[in-house]
């Protein structure tokens, strides 16, 4: 289940698609584990890898929708990529995920120059960005400083961006703004005299700039959208390009557990390896288990995007769930992997060092946690109570180009939006006891009764909504597993950790202060424990133990 690189095929992909996620892999390999530390703990800019990047054509030809010969815009090996470059770090990812961010609002727009203009930017090997967020404002759409000023030959920009990644080097930065009819998004060049560079605000390797536009001027063909076009843009463009959050925290995950369980088995305490002891197998299962859910939920979502449409728009559920539900669980990997190897997650020559920092920034790159899981309760009544009939959504790994994405529409009628009925993937895996178990808490949920004075009750919501992502995060779990064939052993172990998870967070809804006395009842009956079985343990421990020494980077 987790990527190796030293058995990765990609064999699901075409030849260039396999040569390019090859090649990517082999740049990192060859530097091997040392210069990869070393630029880390200097914060050294990326210049070989974007050098690499050129080179190859790589950001060209994944990220060009529409473009001739091999390139365009396919979630499945783009998050592929994600992966791989999370897997060697975190900025590396970064680099890559403003530049998908940067170029969302052009290649939704009808301006052909800009368009093409990208296009270039792109086969040159520049990298993008996206000028949204402000430090008064946050990412906060609704409202922004910098404003567009008409002249004769267009317009006049002024104001300052801040927390904006690749500003520093950008080709292309999309930034938000205003004029005096509405919003509007327009096209700047970092290496235009008026633009000023402020600073990197963050103390890492990835620049996270601010930067300030005086007097910069914007011709009519930088204009990528206007009015309620630019604000759905910067709503659509977050769905496209915020989804690669949950494939760096697979990555990151994957690196970290190789490292982690490696040296726990060939460590030996009072005469025995780490690994004997029953507290540190049940951590380092737990987190096996925890990682395996995390990348099937975040594969079959993927199916979802490439097979959305104006008439399926049920993406739109499971982007924020890969955005903190995949997120967080990988915060949870990392912790539990922590635990068992102590303070040699500390140790400045190990990946796993670098890897319990950065785990922690990708549920927040994306506003935090409780912004998620409060655009996933907008789908909860329509989800378990209002089912309807779809086509079944096929694996996909077919070279075609994810147009769909770059024209979402209007970014409204989330409420609206229906969905297949969980219960048939559930019902096809009622025979585990896990999944069982599990299928009467979620079918209890749906008789949960929420007063309506209690939707203001932000706090309140929240726990509710912690227990309404277990169910969906358990739907597709479950989908992938039947396409993939996962091991029963497997999939009945990550049902007993949403059991327990299900019985955590329906503790925490007891205790609110707005929750009433019935509700704590109900919630008091969702403490089930998950059915215990020693033969299915073993084998996942097995799994875990098959990890020690699968991969090792060279020094």
């Not at 390797?205 to 604000?231: C, K, N, W």
């Not at 694996?395 to 409420?415: I, N, S, V």
């Amino acid at each position: 289940m987790l990527f190796n690189p030293n058995t990765a095929d990609f064999a699901q992909f075409d030849d260039e698609t396999r040569r390019l996620l090859r090649a990517t892999v082999d740049f990192f390999e060859e530097r091997g584990k040392k210069a990869l530390i070393d630029r880390y703990i200097n914060r050294s800019w990326y210049d070989d890898f974007l050098a690499f990047s050129a080179k190859e054509g790589l950001f060209a030809t994944f990220l060009t929708p529409g473009g001739s010969g091999d390139k365009r815009w396919d979630t499945a090996r783009n998050a592929v990529l994600s992966e791989i470059l999370g897997f060697y770090g975190l900025d590396y990812w970064y680099v890559w995920q403003v530049t998908v961010l940067g170029l969302g609002p052009v290649w939704q727009s009808g301006a052909d120059s800009a368009r093409r203009h990208a296009a270039q930017l792109l086969d040159e090997g520049h990298v993008m960005a996206f000028g949204l967020s402000e430090r008064s404002h946050g990412a906060d759409i609704y409202s922004t400083d910098m404003v567009l000023t008409k002249t004769e030959d267009g317009y006049l920009a002024n104001g300052t961006k801040y927390y904006i990644g690749n500003g520093n080097v950008a080709g292309l930065v999309s930034v938000f703004g205003k004029t005096d009819d509405g919003y509007v998004f327009f096209t700047a060049d970092s290496r235009h005299p008026d633009y000023h560079l402020i600073k990197n605000v963050v103390n890492k390797q990835m620049y996270v700039s601010t930067f300030e536009l005086r007097d910069y001027p914007v011709r009519e063909q930088d204009i990528l959208h206007t009015g309620q076009d630019a604000f759905d843009a910067a709503l659509n463009t977050v769905n496209v390009g915020k989804f690669n959050l949950c494939t760096a925290a697979i990555g990151i995950c994957e690196h970290a557990m190789y490292e982690a369980v490696t040296h726990a088995h060939r460590r030996v305490l009072y005469g025995k390896p780490v690994t004997n002891f029953p507290h540190v197998r049940r951590e380092l299962s737990d987190a096996y288990v925890r990682l395996v859910a995390m990348k099937l939920f975040s594969d079959r979502a993927v199916d979802y995007f490439r097979s959305a449409g104006p008439d399926d728009r049920r993406y739109l559920l499971f982007n924020p769930m890969t955005k903190m539900k995949v997120t967080t669980e990988g915060e949870r990997v990392v912790d539990l992997m922590w635990d068992v190897i102590a303070a040699k997650g500390f140790e400045a020559d190990t990946y796993f060092d670098k890897a319990a920092m950065d785990i922690r920034g990708l549920p927040k790159l994306e506003g935090t946690v409780h912004v998620n899981l409060a655009l996933i309760l907008k789908f909860m009544p329509n989800y378990l109570h209002h089912p309807m009939a779809y086509d079944a959504v096929p694996t996909r790994h077919d070279a075609a180009d994810d147009e769909f994405l770059f024209r979402q529409g209007p970014a409204r009628g989330l409420g609206a939006i229906r969905f297949h009925d969980w219960r048939i993937a559930y019902d096809k895996f009622a025979a585990l006891p896990n999944v069982a178990r599990f299928r009467q808490q979620a079918d209890a949920l749906g008789s949960l009764e929420v007063a309506q004075e209690q939707h203001a009750d932000l706090d309140f919501l929240l726990s509710v909504g912690q227990l309404f992502a277990l169910v969906v995060y358990g739907h597709l779990i479950l989908e992938q597993a039947e396409l993939t064939g996962l091991d029963a052993s497997v999939l009945d172990e990550i049902f007993a950790v949403l059991v327990r998870d299900f019985a955590q967070h329906a503790t925490d809804l007891h205790g609110k202060t707005a929750t009433t006395d019935e509700q704590a009842a109900w919630a008091l009956d969702q403490v089930l424990r998950p059915v215990a079985d020693e033969a299915r343990t073993a084998a996942v421990w097995n799994e875990v133990l098959s990890l020690v020494g699968a991969y090792e980077m060279r020094p």
